[in-house]
Nanobody, 114 residues
Framework: QVQLVQSGGGLVQPGGSLRLSCEAS????????VNWYRHPPGKERERVAV?????GDTSYADSRFTIATDDDKNAVYLQIENLKIDDTAMYYC??????????WGQGTQVTVSS
């Protein structure tokens, strides 16, 4: 079954950090472009990070975000440092490859609160 399974969200205090996981099954994640999005409550969804499948290049909306890859686990991770209350959102990953359907993870909730 082709799917992305996400984990790693939770309740964190401001200034803390989290690592969100996006693990693929049924296909190889390494060759695909992986995007990380977030959807804050009452706001539009926004992309926060991307890893380009063809080159491995990464791009971030904020320097506090970092993407890491573990090809053995067929997974991509989003590390978020110095979390702020405004980072509270549902975070999603997706995997894109030309000619193939986009695969979305189920989302993981990040809540930043003191």
């Amino acid at each position: 079954q082709v799917q992305l399974v996400q984990s790693g969200g939770g309740l964190v205090q401001p200034g803390g950090s989290l690592r969100l996981s996006c693990e693929a099954s049924g296909f190889t994640l390494k060759r695909r472009t992986v995007n990380w999005y977030r959807h804050p409550p009452g706001k539009e969804r926004e992309r926060v990070a991307v890893r380009v499948g063809a080159t491995g290049d990464t791009s971030y909306a904020d320097s506090r975000f970092t993407i890491a890859t573990d090809d053995d686990k067929n997974a991509v991770y989003l590390q978020i440092e110095n979390l702020k209350i405004d980072d509270t959102a549902m975070y999603y990953c997706n995997a894109i490859q030309l000619g193939r359907p986009v695969v979305w993870g189920q989302g993981t909730q990040v809540t930043v609160s003191s």
